[in-house]
Each structure stands twice: as structure tokens, then as C-alpha cells.
């Protein structure tokens, strides 16, 4: 310990601190597929997060002593990381990108602006670029920039968006979005200023996908009233089912109506990767923004997010800032400076903890991941399509399948309740974790596979949970 700076370890001591560090996190992922997927009821759980919201103390600590108490917050969680989650898009965590961030965090280069670290802009920029151009589609000369989620995506796409057509007149600006879209474009519009009763909500054809013909009627008839119709968003994979709008269909709305397409790929996005994503995302290479999300197709820890535009002069339109004490930031010499793409100024260089997995693992590895969950989707789709008690709400698209108890008799509300002890049966004993959502009105359970750590044998037991819980019903 160095006593008269101890916020500065010696070598030694950092060598010794890292290694306590990764063999807990190591020995935490080397369990986890005997972790249960909800922690155990436990009736110290009070004063455990009691105890957490102390606030620090005036004396040194012990590293050991401290990580004893980590692991205990730990270990009371939803097990977000293990091959049971099945429960919700984001989970899992690459080893290797929290690697990436430990050494990120280590450097602690600054990411607002490429005068900062030039090459380490250019790493950044190579994986905002192969997101644009490879996995998207969009041509060269597009671009983006990494946030720190979808929800941020989607709202400097927004902003990015009322600011190319109405410019500060906001007032009559109308946007459409489908209505089983995630409520971060909601969220997005009350916060870029957009009046609530000025975003539109689509109805689906019946099939859960956007209407286009319906989106056109609302935005011809917005018009009419005098109103200025400026974004329509469509998704690539909705949260509850997975469900993909017809994209192409709505491209070509957006041209002819001169609005912006923004496609919410957050879930989807990565999909593209393999055939059969690209096959039923055709499309998404047609929007003017594009919302996705490492952390979960990519499979990147929580906190990862991408926008990706055509014209990145846009979202430098939107967000450009500056003031006298960054006169000598530069303009980034061709690389971008991301604080003049998005809301924030000081950031982390967010492109290494993609850049590592993506560079030591091989785009292939994540190709068949990917290819892996479809697969897997298919098999429970297949599985469940034969157990008369249940319905299916359609192929899946992506790696949702939703289900529910099949009304007896016409009874809705005993198949909403059937469906709810379903899913508390399913769940119960810690080896998989279902989510439940409500599609239509009706109580619908969700099987969401996407952690990387989600492999057959997993699924295969949450099948025979599931058919063992039907058969009870
Ligand atoms: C998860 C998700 C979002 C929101 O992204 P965050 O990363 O959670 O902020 C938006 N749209 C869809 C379709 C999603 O699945």
C-alpha cells in the first residue's frame, strides 16, 4: 500500500488487486449455469439492501472484505447472465467485452473527441461503421455513433429527425409508429418537445405488423389538417413477439411522403448477420436511422447501445455544440467527434468493448450464435405448435415465441388466469425464466432466446417444463 497516496497503487499491488478481481468474475461465470434463474426468497434481503445504502465510510476498506459484500449483492439478482434467461432480450455478457472495459477504464482515454485519441477514434468508428455498412446495409458515407442504449439511439435519431424537417417550428410536427413499438419512441418524442397527442399510434393488420395503408391514411390526413408529418418509425422485432413490420412497404411511404424512416432495430439489428435475419430484415438498409443494440443481439454487457444514419451530417446538425474552452478540439480530421453527435460531451471510448470480441472471436462466431437462437426458436415454435392447449401467436420472426393457454369454451378470462399459473409454474423451480407480456388484451407468455450461454440442452428443459405445466392446467 502506498500510505502517502493511496488512491495510487504501486505494481504490485494493481497486479494483485486485477487478479482478485477476475478469478471472482471468472469463478461467477463458471457457475452459472447452476445459478438459479431468481434468487431464493431470503429473509435477510432488507437489511442486505439496507446495509448497501449506507454511505461510505471516512477509513480505508479491504478489497476481500468488500468483494465478500459484492458477491452477496450478486448473488440476489435475476440471473440475467446464465442459459435460463429466458425472460427478456438483453442478458448474457461477453466475457471478453468486459475485458475490453476493464482495460477501456484502465487507459481512460477520452472518447468525445478524436483529438483525444485518434487511433482509438478509429476503432470506435471502424465498429459504428461496420454496423452502418455491413450489418445495415446503408452506404458508405453513413455512419453514427455508440450510446449507451437503444432507448438514447432512438431519441437522437428523433432529435435528429425534427430537427432535418420542422427545424424549430415543432408544434405541428406528427410522428407514426406501430402499436406494438416499444415505448422508448414514446418516451423519445416527450422528450425532444413533441406533443403526446401528436404521435400517432398505427394499428397492426391483425398479424401484429404495422398497417401501411392505415400509417399512409393517418399521415395523408395529417396533412389535410394542415399538420406536418416528419418520422415514421418501424420495428425491426418487437420487444413482446418479435414481430418485424413490412419495412420495405414502409420505406417507400416514407419516400413518397417525404418523412424520415427510423428502423428500430434494437432487437433485431444483429440478426442481419445471418441468412435467414437478413432474408426477413430486408428493408432496414432503406431507413434514414437505425436504432440497435449490442447489448443484446451482440450480447455485450448492459449499456451498449448504436445509432447508425445515412447522413451523419444530420445528427451533426442536431446535436453540434461548442464553447471557447474546446477552441482547441479540432475537427477530427476525418474521424468523428462523437460529442457533436450525441447529447454527451465527456464519454468513455465506447467501441473497445465491441472491437475486442468482434476482432479475437471472428464475426463468424457471432454469425453462428445467432443462427444457434433462430435454430433453438424454431424447435420450441415447433414443439409448443403441438400442445392443444396452447396457442401460438405465429412463426416467429426473430427469438420470441409467445404463447398462451387456449380458451376453453370461449372463457378468456380463466385462459388469462391458466396462462399466469403457467408461467409461475415454469418458473418456479429456478432453471428458466419465462416473461409474460399482454398482446391484444390477452395474457401472453414469452420465450426469448438470446443469451450466447442459451444452448439445446437449456431449451430442451424448458420445453418439458412447459408441457408438464400445460398438462397440469
Ligand atoms: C430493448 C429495446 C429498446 C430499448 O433499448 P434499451 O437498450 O433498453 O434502451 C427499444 N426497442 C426495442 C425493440 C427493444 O427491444
Given at each position: ?11 504490485a ?48 476498506g ?13 448473488d ?87 430537427h ?24 423519445a418524442?416527450?422528450?425532444?418537445g ?58 417507400g ?24 435475419g437478413?432474408?426477413?430484415?430486408a428493408?432496414?438498409?432503406l ?6 443494440d ?14 447508425v444514419?445515412?447522413d ?28 457533436q453527435?450525441?447529447p ?39 414443439k ?20 398462451r ?11 388469462d ?22 398482446v ?34
Amino acid at each position: 500500500m502506498n500510505l502517502d497516496f493511496p488512491l495510487e497503487p504501486g505494481l504490485a499491488e494493481m497486479t494483485e488487486m486485477g487478479r482478485l478481481v477476475v478469478d471472482r468474475v471468472a469463478a461467477f461465470i463458471e457457475r452459472l449455469p447452476d445459478r438459479p434463474t431468481s434468487p431464493p426468497a431470503d429473509p435477510g434481503l432488507a437489511d442486505l439492501v439496507g446495509a448497501f445504502l449506507a454511505p461510505p465510510p471516512e477509513e480505508a476498506g479491504e478489497l476481500t472484505a468488500l468483494l465478500d459484500r459484492l458477491e452477496r449483492a450478486t448473488d440476489h439478482a435475476m440471473e440475467t447472465a446464465g442459459p435460463g434467461y429466458l425472460a427478456y432480450v438483453p442478458g448474457g455478457g461477453l466475457y471478453t467485452s468486459a475485458l475490453a472495459e476493464f482495460y477501456t477504464r484502465g487507459v481512460n482515454r477520452y472518447g468525445g473527441l478524436a483529438i483525444g485519441a485518434p487511433a482509438l477514434a478509429a476503432l470506435e468508428e471502424s465498429v459504428v461503421r461496420w454496423i452502418a455498412r455491413d450489418v445495415c446495409g446503408l452506404p458508405s458515407g453513413s455512419g453514427g455513433m455508440l450510446t449507451t442504449g437503444g432507448s438514447m439511439a432512438t431519441f437522437s435519431a428523433l432529435v435528429a429527425a425534427r430537427h432535418a424537417h420542422l427545424g424549430e417550428e415543432i408544434g405541428e410536427g406528427t410522428l407514426y409508429v406501430g402499436a406494438h413499438a416499444h415505448h422508448s419512441v414514446a418516451k423519445a418524442a416527450r422528450l425532444a418537445g413533441i406533443r403526446e397527442h401528436n404521435v400517432r399510434v398505427v394499428p397492426s393488420a391483425g398479424d401484429l405488423r404495422m398497417d401501411v395503408d392505415a400509417a399512409a391514411a393517418m399521415i395523408r390526413a395529417d396533412r389535410d389538417a394542415g399538420l406536418r408529418p416528419f418520422l415514421l418509425v418501424g420495428s425491426a422485432g418487437t420487444t413482446d413477439t418479435g414481430t418485424i413490420d413490412p419495412l420495405p412497404a414502409l420505406a417507400g411511404l416514407a419516400r413518397r411522403e417525404g418523412v424520415w424512416f427510423h428502423v428500430d432495430a434494437a432487437y433485431g439489428g444483429f440478426f442481419r448477420l445471418t441468412e435467414r435475419g437478413r432474408d426477413r430484415l430486408a428493408g432496414t438498409e432503406l431507413a434514414d436511422s437505425i436504432t440497435l443494440d449490442p447489448h443484446k443481439t451482440l450480447f455485450l454487457p448492459f449499456g451498449t447501445g448504436a445509432l447508425v444514419v445515412r447522413d451523419p451530417a444530420t445528427l451533426y446538425a442536431a446535436h453540434e455544440g461548442t464553447g471557447n474552452y474546446l477552441q482547441d478540439a479540432g475537427s477530427g480530421d476525418g474521424l468523428p467527434n462523437y460529442a457533436q453527435l450525441g447529447p454527451e460531451l465527456t464519454r468513455e471510448n465506447r467501441g473497445l468493448r465491441a472491437w475486442l470480441p468482434l476482432h479475437l472471436h471472428g464475426v463468424a462466431a457471432f454469425r453462428e450464435a445467432l443462427d444457434e437462437k433462430l435454430d433453438l426458436t424454431e424447435q420450441v415454435y415447433g414443439k409448443l405448435a403441438t400442445v392443444p392447449s396452447l396457442e401460438l401467436l405465429g412463426r416467429p420472426d426473430l427469438s420470441t415465441v409467445a404463447f398462451r393457454v387456449r380458451p376453453r369454451n370461449g372463457d378468456v378470462a380463466a385462459a388469462d388466469r391458466a396462462t399466469r399459473r403457467l408461467l409461475d409454474r415454469v418458473n418456479a423451480d429456478g432453471r428458466v425464466l419465462l416473461s409474460s407480456t399482454i398482446v391484444d388484451e390477452r395474457q401472453t407468455l414469452r420465450i426469448c432466446i438470446v443469451v450466447h450461454r442459451t444452448h439445446g440442452d437449456r431449451v430442451a428443459e424448458a420445453l418439458d417444463l412447459i408441457i408438464a405445466a400445460a398438462a397440469a392446467e
